[in-house]
Nanobody
Framework: QVQLAETGGGLVQAGGSLRLSCAAS????????MGWFRQAPGKGREFVAA????????YYADSVKGRFTISRDNAKNMVHLQMNSLKAEDTAVYYC?????????????????WGQGTQVTVSS
């Protein structure tokens, strides 16, 4: 069993930045890929970013490429999402997700555990 807890959400003006963090417990993540997804009101869950087990490979949705950066600290069992140049359309609940795969995946169905989510609201 893996427990994931996201922190760092909040209200920010368009153009601003936030850093989300995901703390994992119940398992050492050093051999597992991790991902971030988001869900806006009235919409389905959407892939945002993913990182492989070592942090050597990262993947991003086109809508966030160049603005968001995913990183991991395996020593602390944490994953982060740095979000810059935020836009109103980035408003959503952001979820951290765990997959036992070594390589990152953009598919929500391939993630086994999810956090409770953290709200990000960007005002225009």
């Amino acid at each position: 069993q893996v427990q994931l807890a996201e922190t760092g959400g909040g209200l920010v003006q368009a153009g601003g930045s936030l850093r989300l963090s995901c703390a994992a417990s119940g398992r050492t993540l050093s051999r597992d890929a991790m991902g971030w997804f988001r869900q806006a009101p009235g919409k389905g869950r959407e892939f945002v970013a993913a990182i492989n087990w070592s942090g050597g490979s990262t993947y991003y949705a086109d809508s966030v490429k160049g603005r968001f950066t995913i990183s991991r600290d395996n020593a602390k069992n944490m994953v982060h999402l740095q979000m810059n140049s935020l836009k109103a359309e980035d408003t959503a609940v952001y979820y951290c997700a765990y997959t036992p795969r070594l390589l990152a995946t953009t598919l929500a169905d391939e993630y086994d555990y999810w956090g409770q989510g953290t709200q990000v609201t960007v005002s225009s």
